[in-house]
């Protein structure tokens, strides 16, 4: 049985795409590597990527480009600090050349070595990036076909054909559906937490998965308060102003008025995933969640959480992230989290689904509670396509996140008034979502080829 860690979906990065940013540097890392342990390094005189499909219809507006080649100058999207990456692609423009190793320079022109002109998809998936090495003669030494399948997630072309389960590793409780890890849960007579918790421990000591989870949660804050002190506008034509600071001082002014309007506390939701988009779209540090596209709906359910409700639990922000993984891990095995893949129902809609369950949880829900919150989560935004403008992640990506931390809260007030007995099951739901991800044009795949993408006319 193949195992993801929660780790996997909350991994830490930079804007503003899991899939086309953080994916592609991770690949070129990857290819880099490669090439670095090749006998034949002291041979390659060019080194090209090819983007396919969706990286190169909205490589521009997600920094893909910028992304392979951060990548092949040894960067990480979870070490590199964001405010480098100007300097670093003008100096390479500059003097157009790539250090590959110690001793070994090549010629290096940006707008040739990486192409962003092949619209049509590789056979796997629509993210994919043919890497080459050539000699003096144009002749490939090194290639591999690397594929970015959404929240950050590679695999070679080899590995997409023959996946391999994990070696070796036995984990107390391996589980593949929703209804396995709610009957694991209600057998174990604990919260769904604890199966998760006990599944990550297995390869690092439980203080250490406690001790990353605060890390996780430490960069998300951080990342609501850089979004909420930030002025100007969102890079890209459109010149999107960001809202967030003004948002939050409206807020503030209105002080006391506000508790006349019982939805006032929705106001500070909204604001909290804005400020996280705003942020991601501006290419800053982010936690993946389960992609960055939707970095901002389980930051701003869990803020709500911690500022405005209480919780049963000693421990309910680890408790929450745990529950939240526990479900994106489902999605992961079962269907998609690439919106180029199956949608925004692959992205916000996922990550609503996890947020739901998490905050059920968090107020003290039951497993089957929990897994009724989920399901409603994601029945609401079956169908949600992926069209940025621009390829951008701003419109309609950023109110898109606020909109759907609003229906988490919603999905887990309905779960949490019911038994958990409920009619359409998480399984379903999640097959359902693939079903439709799969029947669903390529040109609201993100693509920016169809729906506001090309109905709003970008000046």
Known sequence: MNHYSVFELFNIGIGPSSSHTVGPMRAA????????KSPSLGQISRVLCQ???SLSATGHGHGTDTAIIMGLLGELPEDIDPKTIPGRIAELDRTRELTLAPGKTIEFIHSRDVDLSN?????LHPNGMHFLALDAEEKPVEEMVIYSTGGGFISTEEELRNPKDTPDITYPFPYSSADELVRMAHDSGGPISDIVLANESVCKSEKQVRKQLRHIWHTMQQCIKNGLTANGTLPGPLHVPRRARALRKT?????EAQLQDPLSILDWVNLYAIAVNEENAAGGRVVTAPTN?????IPAVLNYATKFCSSPYDDPVERFLLTAGGIAILYKKNASISGADVGCQGEVGVACSMAAAALTEYLGGSPEQVENAAEIGIEHNLGLTCDPIGGLVQIPCIERNAIASVKALNAARIALRGSGDH???LDKAIRTMLDTGRDMQSKYKETAQGGLAVNVVNC
Do not use: E
């Open 251 to 255: 807020l503030l002014i209105r002080g």
């Open 29 to 36: 890392n990857r290819f880099l590597s490669r090439i670095q």
């Open 119 to 123: 619209f049509t998809p590789l056979p």
């Open 423 to 425: 009619f359409v099951h």
């Open 293 to 297: 596209g939707a970095s901002g709906i």
């Open 51 to 53: 983007c396919f499909g």
